[in-house]
């Protein structure tokens, strides 16, 4: 291998990388219309707050957004592997101990379980009035608060980490 081959590790953190921002764009693009009632809904902890965002919605609007969650399942994971590769092999966390190197590598691939979990929930909530059921709304919402914990905490490590790694 020549000095300017990419390496494969590098070549999968690009392809991760690139779909993430493709899909995450798209998405965006797809649920601009329904505003910030998306955030809204995924932090919805009891079924009267869900229920309340939901049905001020059109039917149009409702299936605009049921119909996002395929891509978001093909968003979290890309973002889970960006996250990983980034961590496990990117130069930008060299410094960091081994123990530091794994927690950074599990934030985003635990985001995306609590995604992927969020989104079968929200597939399931959306289809038909479901309010005796406080505690499915509480997990729905509680995994949606831990993912955005983790992405938060991972782009501020990798903010940390560029910022150290200019001076």
């Known amino acids: 291998m020549t000095p ?3 390496r494969c590790a590098d070549v999968w953190l690009l392809c991760a990388g690139i779909a993430t921002l493709a899909l995450a764009g798209g998405l965006a693009w ?3 219309p329904l505003g910030t009632d998306v955030v809204a809904l995924q932090l919805a902890f009891s079924p009267r707050s869900f229920g309340h965002i939901v ?21 979290l994971i890309a973002y889970g592997a960006f996250g990983y590769r980034l961590a496990a092999v990117g130069q930008l966390f060299d410094d960091l101990g081994k123990g530091a190197r794994r927690l950074a ?16 929930l929200h597939l399931w909530l959306t289809a038909a009035p479901r309010f005796g059921m406080p505690t499915v709304y509480a997990v729905s919402a509680g995994s949606a608060l831990l993912k955005w914990l983790l992405i938060i905490s991972f782009a501020g490590a990798v903010a940390w980490l560029a910022n150290r790694s200019q001076r």
């Open 105 to 120: 590598a599990a934030a985003l691939p635990l985001a995306a379980a609590c995604d992927a979990i969020e989104n079968t």
């Open 30 to 32: 797809m649920l601009a």
């Open 4 to 6: 300017s081959a990419p």
């Open 55 to 75: 049905h001020s919605w059109t039917a149009d609007e409702l299936a605009r957004y049921r119909s996002h969650l395929p891509f978001d399942f093909l968003l």
